[in-house]
């Protein structure tokens, strides 16, 4: 047990606030699973009545100042480990209520947008089509110029909902000012126990270890499946780039659940399978087709909503929400802040290593031959590069936006265009504001992605003669690092592996090493 903080502050205060927001977090989550499984209606505004004190100025001002004496705790004893970690759970308390705060006092905007996003149309050839239905006519379209088309239907429709993402932003810097922070870079980093700059160097980091790679995969890719170059690219095309292709019979929606479940039995045993998992894989009328795991309480009750489906993105998605019932089933710490609070990247690191498993040449080659199982390794690759270039992205563009928020547009366009490796349009520049991330969740993501690549790499290697999801050894080493929920640190977890430095060399690596296996494949089919 975690000793409690000597700061004046009484110890059942600081209980009650961590019991208060575990009851909290419960509610809420079993709103969620009702919602997305049976299509309840909900009203998170609810769950605040009665938890007044614990959503509160005062909590916040409570708890910071029950930080600081354990802050300032000389380092000579070996209690100072355990000083440390009831300071970062106290943290990871104060940014929970924080966030919860923020959450309160942008409900209205919040849902404005939402009704707003949900009754926007795109005039598309005469005909009006929710807005909503964008990306996926996006990646059904295979003529580029229909594509441009339906981005300048996008256009006209956003230009209609700006002034609400502009009043967001607006709303959520006054807000931060309320709970004593100056702008969400400085508490996004401060929760982070980190500083703005080391997230910008993280960010540099994989930018500049997966330039080379990236850039020459995007151009084969690019040229390969759409007749263009990665110069004459633009976002609209994306989506048709790494569109679903099916491939139904290599990815049978029947064998869904059991495949991956299997894939989880090779290395830690049947996830699936325990008694504290809860699985709907049932159709219902109003359910929400995309799978889902939401912890309702860790670890005794999690739960994964699915729709089984076919092709190797029903497959990568079931992969990447099993990595999260994994790693909270299997969560032993009794400390609440460490069961699920804290920055995201540690419980997104897990999901991550398990969605890259789709993207394994030996996990592949199970299902597929020949050039579609080269096809699949290199847009795979290309895919999971995009997306982490563009999550480095955007915590750059919100380092230079909090800088400079008069040339936010320009900014916008440069950082981007750098990490997706084809132009940003100045339309495209134009609607930053919906995308702005004041709180920087996409510095967890970007953690996130690092960390995956780091385990896939060590844990690669544990045993080169199998894929690392086939060597029981690797599940008991991820039972370890599981046990301790969030309470342990993509950097921790880093130095336990013994990497020298938190960054992105060893995500680089793993994929230059499946690409190079479609060269050996070729080879040995010759």
Request: glycine residues 6%; aromatic residues 8%; neutral net charge.
């Amino acid at each position: 047990p975690l000793v409690e903080p000597s700061t004046g502050l009484p110890a059942d205060t600081v209980s009650d606030l961590r019991d208060s927001a575990e009851r909290l977090l419960r509610m809420q989550s079993e709103l969620y699973w009702k919602n997305w499984v049976y299509g309840d209606d909900i009203d998170i505004g609810r769950t605040y009545l009665g938890t007044e004190k614990l959503v509160s100025l005062e909590s916040i001002e409570r708890l910071k100042a029950a930080e600081k004496p354990l802050a300032e705790a000389p380092p000579v004893s070996p209690i100072i480990r355990d000083l440390a970690m009831e300071r970062r759970a106290l943290v990871y308390l104060r940014g929970f209520i924080s966030g919860e705060f923020l959450s309160r006092e942008l409900a209205d905007i919040s849902d404005r947008i939402a009704v707003a996003e949900a009754g926007a149309m795109l005039s598309v050839s005469g005909k009006d089509i929710p807005l909503r239905q964008y990306p996926i006519m996006l990646s059904s379209e295979s003529q580029p110029a229909r594509r441009a088309s339906l981005e300048q239907a996008y256009n006209a429709a956003f230009a209609k909902l700006l002034p609400l993402y502009q009043e967001r932003g607006e709303r959520t810097e006054a807000a931060l000012q309320k709970i004593g922070q100056p702008n969400g870079l400085a508490f996004a980093a401060e929760l982070r126990a980190t500083t703005p700059a080391a997230l910008g160097a993280l960010a540099e980091s994989l930018l500049g270890a997966t330039a080379a790679t990236y850039r020459a995969l995007l151009d084969n890719v690019a040229n390969r499946e759409l007749g263009m170059s990665a110069s004459q690219l633009r976002r609209r095309d994306v989506a048709r780039l790494f569109r679903n292709r099916g491939e139904s019979r290599a990815f049978p929606a029947d064998k869904l659940l059991a495949d991956v479940g299997a894939t989880f039995l090779g290395f830690t045993g049947d996830v699936f399978g325990k008694s504290s998992v809860l699985i709907d894989a049932e159709p219902r009328p109003r359910k929400n087709a995309r799978t889902i795991a939401i912890e309702v309480e860790v670890p005794s009750d999690v739960r994964l909503s699915l729709l089984p489906a076919g092709g190797l993105e029903a497959y990568r998605s079931l992969l990447h929400e099993g990595g999260h019932v994994a790693h909270f089933a299997h969560v032993t710490t009794r400390v609440i802040e460490f069961k699920r609070l804290g920055p995201a990247a540690t419980a997104e690191s897990f999901a991550h290593l398990m969605e890259a498993v789709a993207d394994d040449p030996a996990w592949l080659g199970i299902r597929l031959s020949g050039r579609d199982l080269g096809l699949q390794i290199q847009l795979g690759q290309a895919r999971r590069l995009y997306l982490a270039r563009r999550d480095a992205a955007r915590v750059l563009f919100e380092l230079a936006r909090t800088k400079d928020p008069a040339q936010a547009r320009a900014q916008y366009a440069a950082i981007f265009a750098r990490a997706y490796g084809h132009p940003v349009d100045d339309a495209e520049a134009a609607r930053w504001p919906a995308e702005r991330d004041d709180l920087l969740e996409s510095a967890d993501a970007l953690a996130a992605e690092m960390l995956a690549g780091q385990m896939e790499y060590f844990l690669g290697k544990r045993d080169a003669q199998s894929p690392w999801w086939r060597v029981p050894a690797n599940g008991e080493w991820l039972r370890a690092v599981w046990a301790r929920g969030t309470g342990i640190t993509p950097e921790e977890i880093s130095k336990k592996m013994g990497f020298p430095a938190f960054d992105a060399t060893a995500l680089a690596a793993s994929v230059q090493a499946r690409l190079k296996a479609i060269d050996q494949s070729s080879a040995a089919t010759k």
